[in-house]
């Protein structure tokens, strides 16, 4: 029997300027500030699974390389998602 998740309510603290930019989203899309926060929750947790596959499809291709230009250029590329720019 399948069975469908009821959302669930938190309460969350926002630094002021980071509230007033929900809120001018908000008014933007016409929608809550809620909605908008659950969307950029929702969005960052996708963008930071993608950022995992990424890595570790880098970090496969690194472990079968045999070409001394490519290991480096993967390895520059993982210290980039690793370390930042």
């Given amino acids: 029997m399948a069975t469908t998740q009821r959302p669930l309510r938190q309460s969350v603290s926002l630094a002021p300027r ?3 930019r929900v809120r001018v989203l908000a008014k933007a899309k016409r929608t809550s500030a809620s909605r908008v926060i659950a969307e950029l929750v ?3 947790l996708e963008a930071q699974e993608h950022e995992r596959r990424q890595f ?3 970090a496969d291709r690194l472990t079968r390389s045999t070409d001394p230009a490519e290991r ?3 390895k520059e ?4 998602i ?3 720019s």
Avoid at 77 to 80: D, I, M, Q, V, W
């Fill in 18 to 20: 980071v509230a007033r």
């Fill in 42 to 44: 929702e969005s960052g």
């Fill in 56 to 58: 570790l499809d880098l």
């Fill in 72 to 74: 480096k250029r993967l």
């Fill in 77 to 80: 590329e993982l210290a980039r």
């Fill in 82 to 84: 690793t370390f930042g």
